[in-house]
């Protein structure tokens, strides 16, 4: 983008870097050219920090801020606690207009996380971390083929009987991806979006 969050300059956007947006999203070159006339608008510095992140999550429909954190991590790609608009872009057009294989693995890592970074498969633990506020915004609403839980424990257990193939206590992206495949039930109870 041409600028770094410490230099404070506003990044334009280049014909070079149109016709990357374009050739890596599933943006037309005239809608990146209006996504980054309103993502400078909004931000001013073109880059979203971490403590600004709240309010677009919030525009999204995320309003807590455990779910807030997963989403500002799968959207600041290179780690350096700012969303550019080229990471911007590339998560929303995932989003919005992905493939079925690219939204999966976008929310297999938006649950990979632990403390030292993504770890290429899921714990009962990574998915607690978000079925917890999940359960307790839509009340018990989130089911799996059906059924609906009294707690996120039992989502959370219940969805690992019907993903861990293997009975390891991990969820590889493969796991999750036949998961998907066998029952889109199971990761629609998953979705954040």
């Known amino acids: 983008m ?4 410490s230099s404070g300059a506003p990044p334009t956007l280049t014909i070079k870097q149109l016709d990357e947006l374009t050739r890596q999203t599933h943006y037309s070159q005239r809608e990146i050219h209006q996504l980054h006339h309103q993502f400078m608008q909004e931000t001013q ?24 954190d997963m989403v500002f991590r799968m959207f600041d790609s290179n780690n350096d606690g700012y969303i550019s608009f080229t990471e911007f872009i590339h998560s929303m057009s995932i989003m919005t207009r992905g493939t079925s294989n690219e939204k999966l693995e976008f929310a297999f890592k938006l649950y990979d996380h632990g403390p030292h970074g993504p770890k290429g ?24 083929k059906g059924d609906s839980h009294n707690s996120a ?6 969805i690992f009987n019907q993903m861990d193939a293997n009975r390891d206590g991990r969820i590889t992206f493969e796991e999750y991806k036949n998961a998907a495949l066998n029952d889109p039930a199971i990761v629609q109870g998953l979705a954040l979006f």
């Open 2 to 5: 041409g600028a770094s969050p």
């Open 153 to 158: 424990e039992a989502l959370v257990d219940n």
């Open 121 to 144: 498969f899921l714990v009962k633990s990574d998915l607690l971390r978000a079925m917890v506020p999940l359960h307790g915004m839509y009340n018990g609403l989130i089911t799996t």
């Open 45 to 68: 510095s073109g880059f979203i920090p971490r403590q600004d992140f709240g309010e677009l999550s919030s525009m999204l429909g995320i309003n807590d801020p455990v779910i807030s």
